[in-house]
């Protein structure tokens, strides 16, 4: 799948939750999403693009909290990044580690808020299967990119590579779905 291709599925996703009038979080989340790919896929601006992500997990984060106290913790994320680059790591890994935190957080708070019923039951269980279809993918992100951290092995950053977009897909069209219905 072409690059142009994968950025205009995440476009249609976007429009998908734009047209079932998706909260105003989600649609925040998509705008972020869409800016990121654009920087990963289109420019090849590989630390712009994690760092926009990051901004969408955040948005993601508002949505299944309700309020803003789900991330009043949240500067505690920026003790593993700020270490890692005090330690003179490149800026794209410190920016990975924070991105790393921010989704996993992201993931506990739209399982949280399923289970609290601050959706209604299918939203929240498409939200939910969502959010962990993107871990999944990131993880074979991280996988893929293994060779850069000096951990050579083309098996698994091949099988990686191939499952990347096999979560990704999925998890756009399942947070877009997780929409307001019309």
């Known amino acids: 799948m072409t690059d142009i291709i994968r950025f205009g599925f995440v476009a249609a996703c976007a429009a998908a939750a734009f047209y079932l009038r998706g909260d105003k979080w989600l649609l925040i989340a998509f705008l972020f999403t869409m800016s990121a790919d654009a920087c990963l896929l289109l420019l090849n601006w590989h630390t712009a693009g994690v760092t926009v992500f990051v901004f969408a997990q955040i948005a993601y984060v508002r949505r299944a909290s309700g309020n803003w106290k789900a991330l009043r913790l949240y500067p505690l994320a920026l003790i593993l ?3 890692l680059c005090l330690a003179g790591q490149p800026l794209l890994l410190c920016v990975s580690a924070l991105y790393g935190q921010t989704l996993l957080w992201a993931v506990f708070a739209a399982a949280a808020a399923h289970k609290a019923g601050r959706m209604p039951v299918w939203r929240g269980r498409l939200a939910c299967i969502g959010m962990v ?3 999944g993918c990131d993880i074979c992100v991280a996988l893929f ?3 850069a951290a000096g951990i050579d092995s083309p098996a698994l950053s091949a099988a990686a ?4 977009w096999v979560f990704y897909a999925p998890s756009q069209a399942l947070l877009a779905l997780s929409a307001k219905n019309r």
């Open 81 to 83: 990044p700020t270490a």
């Open 133 to 135: 279809l993107f871990l």
């Open 145 to 147: 990119n293994l060779s």
């Open 161 to 164: 590579g191939a499952l990347i």
